[in-house]
């Protein structure tokens, strides 16, 4: 990797998504920001596949979304986790963990 | 996946389009503008920092594309263009769509027809709150008779020592006259137990439902008007309440009105043959204790269920039979849930009828299929070209099936046409016993059931069309001019199964309808006994109030025969208490044959009993087999004397004379031998199918009833009589209500208009579904004639008479016709078994009947493929040879 940064698997999105809007409530560029930010800087998401990533997880009912005044002074959409959203990212979590054990097994055993 | 979101942001991206691009583009803007200002402020130059940023962001149409299409809009949009283009494939093929919708709409119509009829009966919930938890109470007889009334100490032993009911009433219906400044009329009135409308959970709507204090006298000194007596006699007055109105000439205060529609009505244990009008108290206490004529209606405690309220009932009845077995002995109990007990009866038919037209819907779905089929191959290059250009196949499958739903919701509202003609009908030929049909109609489950049909219907005849013109291969369509024969002879595989199908419905209703149609001949034909023709009735009670005693009663009926009979035209004329199938409690009465031992408790003999006098025997034609009639003295004064059928005579005195013997009917306050004077011949009174039931005639002077039907037989049409023998009544007595004027056959009509229900409603289906099929096999065959054009031009050009080319489609179109119609046949012997319990004198499987119609549906198919076998035979032959 050129750039040393991961690529990003497919599906995870979701749950980079889930996991930034964690910590709070925020807007389309704060979750790239946020992510980038957790992930020191290692995880690059396209920007723009945010958002159609983040519309069907809002449909799934996972976040929910208000129009707000950013500090900016202009309007923005604000992303919050619901409470389904928070039980999906421990799912995810888990899946996920159970994948690099899974992973990390299978190159030990080599 | 949260649907109302999804529905939510479908619909705003359908409707509101702009807006929701809107919101996807400001979102996305405040983005660029975010991190164009976080470039700036790492430094670069602005034109830098806005590159950068778009840059970093992707392709914005194309994400903005995607983010509408996750929003719902792509889909949708798609949808509206199908619908389109749907829309407009239609309206080309016009000749097509008209076939389909018509074919649809008749389909669906008699479903949504039906189904309302269904869905107010069997599955509303009845008019009375928590209808599920209220069921009826009644007696069961010895010899195993359900629903029968019971007695009053019975009633009593319930009300104390049941634990299963939060309430248990009464009932029991009886006539009276309402007097007063107008006309007066004969009506039906409930006489209930206080608990009544507390039991039933509906409240009046004006004024109170009975209390305490309404049961203290023994007069019925308050009462509750029905709704529409309320409006028709009384003009809906606001202040009736409190107001007083005279019944069989004693003034009684209205306390309450009750809401429209209330009614509780049980035709078959009504001794009244009509719902109630009125509702006054029933004095419980003050009954005596025998005589069975009592319904109760009782509401369950919470969770109990009817099962073990039937059980507990049963075993208070089993203590009452060991406690007083000379009325009670082997007598039981049983509770009904209401629905049973207002439709148990009709339940079976309608589901039998919601099948049958199921099957005509399929009949439908499967004719359109067929047609979508030809349509297809139509259309074969067309869907080619749009394959080549790179459409998905699930892209043009799902084309395909909008087209079909869009066919279908059109279908569906003719279907709605269609059903509100229905139900208009079905309300016309509806049976007495339903009643509640009144308010049958297209609302709004019935419409959700149709909107559910029609998309099933959709999805159902438009699938296999659509899955399989889009399996033909492409290059094949394409190369040869959009005549691949491949594709158009998979096609008429799949229609001849669609007709083959077809015909086995359409065999499966004709058997049923057939047995139900046979059965209703056999019904009809019946011997009831007595001659129905040129015999005109009509219903007279005297009130008590100036016909107190006997004679005048007596008096007043004599002096009307005589003068009738003095009508010219009039052959006969008598009077009896309860006419054939008039309804009537029917409870058996016991008695005693004088010089036999007593027989042990609760095993008395037992016998119907009516009132009557010499006319009605002549009247009705009903013989006397030995013995005479009533003399003129006899029914003029008490001579004690009666009348017993040859079921009496054969039950209770085999290889005995009868005549001259003495019997003591139960029907007196004390011991009266009545002597048999004579034998008539059997009459059935409540059952046209089961066994004759001994009956005793008692003369009018012996038992004196003021409710009794005049019965005149005349020479010409006998509703013409009828003003004329009103007018004579009227001018005996003006304050004299008559009631129910009608003919002897229409009384049978009235008896048989369930069977007519169901036998006419299956013969329309299967009438419909005969049609339907027909339509069917004349479309394969034609399209059969049209793909073998070139075949059968050949076969000419060699040498084939037209004859023969004739025979082959015949041929053709009967092997699918025989085929089908063993399919058919086989069903049917398995699905026929359902209808046992309607029919009568024919067994499920019958010979005759299926057979009968066999050749109905040969023949059907013969006509059906004439057309095109005759188009075949004038095939030219050589212009079929150069048509390519």
Redesign the interface.
Known sequence: MANHKAALLQGTLDMLILKALSHGEL???GI?QRIRQLSDEMLHV????L??AL??I????WVSSKWDV?E?G????FYKLTRSGRKQLEVEEASWDRLVLAVNKLRQAT | MKWHNLLRDRLRALIRRETVIDDIDREMRLHVDLQTDANLAAGMSPEEARREALRAFGNVNKIRDTAYDVKGGGMLETLLQDLRYGARVLVKHKAFTTVAVLTLGLGIGANTAIFSVVNELLLRPLPYRDASTIVTVWEVSPEGRHQNNASPSNFRSWLAQNTSFQSLAAFTDTRINLTGDFEPEELSMQLVTLPFFQTLGVDPILGRAFVASDDETQKQSVTVLSYGLWQRRFGGQPDIVGKQIKLNDLPVTVIAVMPPNFQFYIQKRSGTGRPAELWSVLPLRNLGDYGRFLGGVARLKPGVSPEQANSEMKTIAARRSADDPQHNLNWGAEVLPLREQFYGNVRRPLWLLLGAVGFVLLIACANVAGLLLSLATSREKEIAVRAALGARRGRIVRQLLTESLLLACLGGVLGLGFAWLGIKGLILISPRELVNLQSVGLNVPVMLWTLLVAVITGVLFGLTPALNVTRLNLNDSLKEGGKGEGGQTSNRRIRSVFVVSEIALAVVLLAGAGLLVKSFINLQQIDRGFNTDNVLTMVLRLPESRYSKDPQVIGFFRQILEQTRAFPGVRAAGIVNFLPFYGGLGSATGFTVLGRPTPPPGQEPSTNVRVADDGYFQALGIPVLRGRNFSQTETMEPKRVALINEAFARKYFPGEDPIGKRVDVAMFDKPTPTEIVGVVGNVRYESLIDDYEPYVYFSHPDLTYSFMTLVIRTDGDPAALAPAVQREIRSLDPNQPISDIRTMNQVMSQTLSRARFNTLLLALFAGLATLLSAVGIFGVMNYSVALRTREIGLRLAIGAQPRQVLLLILKQGLILTAVGMILGLAAAFALTRLLSGLLFGVAAVDAATFTTISVLLILVSIAACYVPARRAMKIDPLRALRYE
């Open positions: 807007h389309g560029y790239i396209e920007q723009g596949s958002y159609p519309y069907r809002e449909q799934k009912g950013h900016t202009r309007d923005a959409k």
